[in-house]
């Protein structure tokens, strides 16, 4: 149980009786305030009563609504988590496309070079054959000259001028120390010739094998490109169906608005007509209460003297929706001061070591979003200046029940932030530093379940 004002209590699950008994007592003082001036108070015919099925109706309609908001809800944030897995993957697929385009580019300057290389032992094979073309021909010259003058040695102007046999000898040994140089010099050309051969036959494979690992670089750029083309086509589709989705939420909440008001209208009917209902009782009291005063008066004769009445005691000033909705919305335009707001008004707001004082709330008087809340409902409760504690003062409903004057509070991973409801969609706050006290649509993204009720 929870205390209230002048002593009553109230249930934190249902409406609070304590609250109608004040109203009750109150219409009771009234009349009997304006009985005593003389005359009585007629009460007024009675205003429309929604019947039950009415309101039945009218709350399954907007508990109807408040589902499928959260179904769309539960859509959207299904469809983010798909969009930002989209994004991560578009990111991946245009750093593999990066990666095929480098590799590409490796491969076209490695083939290249590949193609240099065999161009130019080609060209030092074909010079080495060449080489040992004409070495041969010069050597089989001669060995062709030497045989056509009956030699074996060499040719027979080796042995002109010859002075004696000794001489004759020497020029033998060198002509035939010339002819093994050209035979040496010759299989060292024929060996030369193979190594070039081979740096060509090596040559050439890198040129093939870099041809290949340049067709292959490329036909994987090309796949990158697409991938990187399929990735941004899906990111796309996404973020389109992201807006349809956000689109079709922004309408169903507009019909949940209008159900609420429907419901807010209803149930406000149904509170003046119980309203009414306690004026005509209490009406019904006070005119029994003064024919037994009177007949009381009439058997103690005319010199006796009754005793006077005393009034009941009312309900606290502001102790009602409209008295909290009046004072939140009397401060609209007041500026956001963080620790700002009592019971009294704004305040000073205090150091918070960071963002607050960097836009200097220390030096404002104004109201923080709990402190707004302390002030709005003064009247009925004292509120501690934390909306944590604020989401456990009164009892709670669920958002698809929520009503004018109702608490609202967001921070699904630890409360943040509190704004009062005011039916159609809209509620009143103080947001931030910079900001001011503003009515504003409600927001849904990360709202609290349910709502805080303090007032019936």
């Keep these: 149980m929870k205390a209230v004002p002048n002593g009553l209590t109230r249930s934190r699950g249902g409406r609070g009786t304590g609250v109608r008994r004040g109203a009750v007592v109150g219409a009771l003082a009234l009349v009997t305030l304006i009985g005593t001036a003389g005359g009585g108070l007629a ?4 205003p429309p009563n929604p019947s039950d099925s009415e309101l039945d109706s009218s709350r399954g309609d907007r508990n109807a609504r408040a589902g499928e908001v959260g179904q769309l809800t539960n859509q959207l944030a299904e469809a983010e988590s798909r969009l930002s897995s989209l994004q991560a993957d578009v990111e991946l697929k245009m750093e593999q496309a990066n990666k095929a385009r480098v590799d590409m580019q490796m491969a076209r300057e490695t083939a290249d070079q590949a193609e240099r290389d065999a161009v130019a032992a080609r060209t030092e094979a074909d010079a080495a054959s060449g080489a040992i073309e004409q070495a041969r021909t010069d050597l089989d010259s001669f060995v062709a ?12 102007g080796a042995y002109l001028g010859s002075d004696s046999p000794d001489d004759l000898l020497a020029r033998a040994q060198l002509l035939e120390a010339v002819s093994g140089s050209q035979l040496d010099a010759l299989e060292g050309m024929h060996q030369a010739q193979v190594e070039k051969s081979n740096k060509d036959a090596a040559a050439r494979q890198a040129l093939e094998e870099a041809r290949q690992r340049r067709t292959e670089a490329e036909q994987a750029r090309v796949a990158a490109d697409e991938a990187q083309a399929a990735a941004v086509e899906a990111q796309q589709g996404q973020a389109a169906r992201n807006s349809e989705i956000e689109s079709e939420k ?3 909440e507009q019909l949940l608005y209008a159900a609420q008001s429907e419901v807010d209208g209803l149930e406000g009917q149904r509170a ?9 009782q209490a009406e019904e009291e006070e005119r029994a209460r003064e024919a037994a005063l009177a007949a009381s008066s009439n058997s103690s004769g005319s010199s006796g003297s009754s005793a006077p009445v005393a009034s009941p005691p009312s309900a606290p000033a502001g102790a009602s929706v409209e008295a909290a909705v009046a004072r939140a919305m009397s401060q609209l335009g007041v500026q956001y001061a963080w620790g700002g707001g009592n ?10 070591g960071g963002v607050a004082d960097s836009y200097g709330d220390y030096n404002k008087i104004g109201f923080d979003c709990s402190g707004l809340m302390i002030y709005a409902f003064a ?5 501690p200046h934390y909306s944590g504690y ?11 029940q929520m009503r004018r004057g109702d608490m609202l509070f967001w921070g699904t991973s630890g409360i943040h932030h509190v704004a009062m409801y005011l039916g159609g969609g809209q509620m009143i706050e103080a947001p931030y530093s910079g900001g001011y006290v503003r009515v504003v649509p409600v927001r849904y993204g990360d709202i609290m379940p349910y709502a805080t ?4």
């Design 43 to 46: 009460v007024p015919p009675p």
């Design 145 to 156: 000259g030497s045989y056509r003058q009956g030699s074996t040695i060499g040719s027979i």
């Design 250 to 252: 922004s309408r169903v």
């Design 272 to 280: 003046r007509y119980n309203d009414w209902v306690a004026q005509k």
């Design 343 to 352: 019971t009294a008004g704004p305040t000073y707001g205090i150091r918070d």
């Design 379 to 383: 009247g009925v409760t004292s509120l």
């Design 390 to 400: 604020q989401y456990e003062a009164g009892y709670q409903v669920p958002l698809s």
């Design 453 to 456: 009720r303090l007032i019936g």
